[in-house]
């Protein structure tokens, strides 16, 4: 692959580090704080997690070192969607490894979990790591959305763990990922094995996040490069005057990536599907509504305008939501049946002669599409890949089709011209932002510090975010702290809370104080492309949710 003007730059990076994690290995201990519990459901959980329930958060300080000299050979996989700034996490890792004894040993499994269990790897030297200093992607070892959770499978992870005398993995990944990391290192808590298990705060959709977890990494960046496609869409809207444009973007359950994307642009709409839900608002609810903005704007000459769609909002929608689950449930109960049937007819009349009243009549009012879309495999964790199912277009169908009815009554006379666009795979990739390199980088030396004082079922922590690096603190939280049980499969299991959008919490507030605004008027911002180099300003920013929530 040859090698663009920009990487090569990036690739001299050096990325910033919390002061705490500048000083020496051998000088850094760790800081004891309060027990935990889950989030809920303790006693379920505390009895699924004898071992590693209940474990105290801890911080790290400049004080005598409390960390083993053994000598350590980690693995490492990059696990579920790709996220800016995963190569920096395993390159912050390999630095601390190096840094503490150069005999350390790093191994990178490949293709996500099933890399362990097909035991492909490669182990990294300085000149194979250098080439993925601070450039995005996954490919440095690639990823995978396996579930690692049988007995059977971490028997087989126990053994290729053994044969290359690994002492730690560390699962960089999202919520599903995670919770992964604490079921297993739980099996190897009880069965003695004494490898440890560390995770890494992943995901661009940002809702993997909690009093102690301030961020995921990759949020910052995809949002960014979300924000700089939507504002040069604005500018064409603004410019052209004829298209309203439906910009879905990436975010598989939580808004948060629709709302940094509204902070940083000012849209006229953008639907939040945290608050759907919470209002109870129904499809034809958020179809008459965009239906009175296009009015309203129409009214004003101006027959143009942005609207943010979250991907995850499907699944918001009180009606929508009760029919997925349905789906799931039949999915999951009927999974020999339902696979032996090849043709979508026989698909659609399975479905419909299981599904209660209400939600066959919702199912068959959707588009054929829309359909199809609904009954698609689920990912391995039993998600719904909303992805994949194309609701900026539902929408426009649906807005279209409201204001003709109202043009046919005379209650309306503007021009509805509307063009879809889906923002994900766009972003997952980027060069990571400066917070980002700086973040992730952190995250990974940070991990290898957990390892070396022996703890287990942790996930690296580092806080402070919207302060510059140097003021950035660092420690660990046990993933037992952030689980709950939920329903997967047909079936309730423990997994770590997603963190939505919080209807009190600061970002949606300051949105919810100007969007009736920015939906009359045009209000578009345009914040341009990611900044490498230049004024701290530009280059250094974190998003604005953080930015909100921080009070910065
Ligand atoms: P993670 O939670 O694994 O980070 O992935 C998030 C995500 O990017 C979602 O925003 C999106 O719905 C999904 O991945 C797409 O998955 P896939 O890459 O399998 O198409």
């Known amino acids: 692959m040859s090698i663009s003007p920009l990487q090569k730059v990036r690739l001299g990076y050096q990325p910033k580090l919390p002061l705490i994690l500048q000083n020496d290995i051998h000088q850094v201990a760790v800081k004891y704080g309060k027990e935990t519990e889950s989030v809920s459901d303790q006693a379920k959980i505390k009895a699924m997690f004898p071992n590693t329930y209940g474990m105290k958060e801890i911080s790290f300080e400049k004080a005598s070192s409390t960390a083993s000299d053994r000598k350590q050979v980690v693995g490492v996989i990059l696990s579920g969607g790709q996220a800016p700034g995963g190569h920096n996490v395993i390159t912050g890792l390999y630095d601390a490894l190096k840094k503490a004894d150069r005999k350390n040993v790093l191994l990178g499994f490949k293709g996500g979990p099933s890399g ?43 053994s290729v763990a053994k044969k290359h005398g690994l002492t730690a993995i560390v699962i960089i990944g999202g ?43 990759g949020f910052d960046t995809a949002c960014k490069t979300y924000s700089e496609l939507i504002g040069n869409i604005e500018r064409d809207a603004n410019s052209a005057k004829k298209y309203w444009h439906f910009i879905k973007v990436m975010g598989r359950s939580a808004s948060h990536i629709a709302l940094e994307c509204a902070l940083e642009c000012q849209p006229n709409i953008c639907l939040i599907g945290e608050e759907v839900e919470a209002k109870r608002q129904s499809m034809m609810d958020i179809v008459n509504h965009i239906a009175d903005v296009v009015a309203a704007r129409a009214a004003r000459g101006d027959n143009f305008g942005v609207v943010i769609v979250p991907e995850g909002l499907i699944e918001f929608i009180p009606e929508v939501k009760t029919l997925i689950g349905e789906i799931n449930d039949l999915l999951a109960a009927w999974e020999v049946e339902y696979s032996s049937l090849t043709t979508f007819d026989q698909q659609y009349s399975f479905i419909m002669e299981r599904l209660t009243s209400n ?23 039993g998600n719904v890949q909303v992805s994949r199912i194309e609701t900026e277009k539902l929408l426009i169908m649906m807005v279209s089709k409201v204001l003709a009815e109202r043009k046919a009554k005379g209650e309306y006379n503007g021009k509805f011209s509307a063009l879809s666009h889906f923002f994900g795979y766009e972003g997952r990739c980027a060069f990571p932002s400066n917070f980002d390199a700086d973040y992730c980088y952190s995250l990974g030396y940070n991990a ?29 939280i046990p993933i037992t702290k952030m689980m709950n049980m939920e329903r997967r499969h047909g079936e309730d299991k423990p997994v770590i809370r997603k963190a939505l959008v919080e209807l009190d919490g600061k970002p949606f507030r300051y949105f919810e104080s100007q969007r009736a605004t920015w939906e009359v008027e045009t209000c578009f911002t345009f914040p341009g492309a990611i900044q490498y180099y230049g004024p701290e300003e530009v280059c250094d920013i974190t998003t604005r949710t953080l930015a909100l929530e921080q009070d910065k």
């Not at 097909?118 to 194979?128: A, K």
């Not at 959707?366 to 964790?381: A, E, S, W, Y």
């Not at 004082?453 to 003021?471: D, F, I, Q, R």
Request: glycine share 10%.
């Open 359 to 381: 939600s066959g009549s919702v199912f068959s009012a959707l588009p054929v599409d829309i359909q199809k879309q609904l009954l698609m495999d689920r990912d391995p964790h």
């Open 175 to 217: 919520d599903d990922s995670n919770t992964n990391a604490a079921v297993l290192a739980e099996y190897f808590a009880a069965n003695g094995s004494g490898i440890q298990v560390i995770g890494c705060p992943k995901t661009i959709d940002g809702d993997l996040k909690n009093d102690v977890i301030e961020t995921s990494f």
């Open 116 to 158: 362990l269990i097909d035991d492909e790897y490669v182990e990294f030297t300085d000149e194979f790591i250098d080439q993925y200093r601070n450039t995005g992607g996954f490919d440095i070892i690639g990823s995978g959305r396996t579930k690692l959770e049988t007995v059977e499978q971490f028997k087989v992870v126990e």
């Open 448 to 476: 290898f510090l957990l390892i070396a004082n022996g703890l287990t079922g942790y996930m690296s922590v580092v806080t402070g975010l919207s302060k510059g690096p140097a003021a950035w603190q660092a420690g660990g």
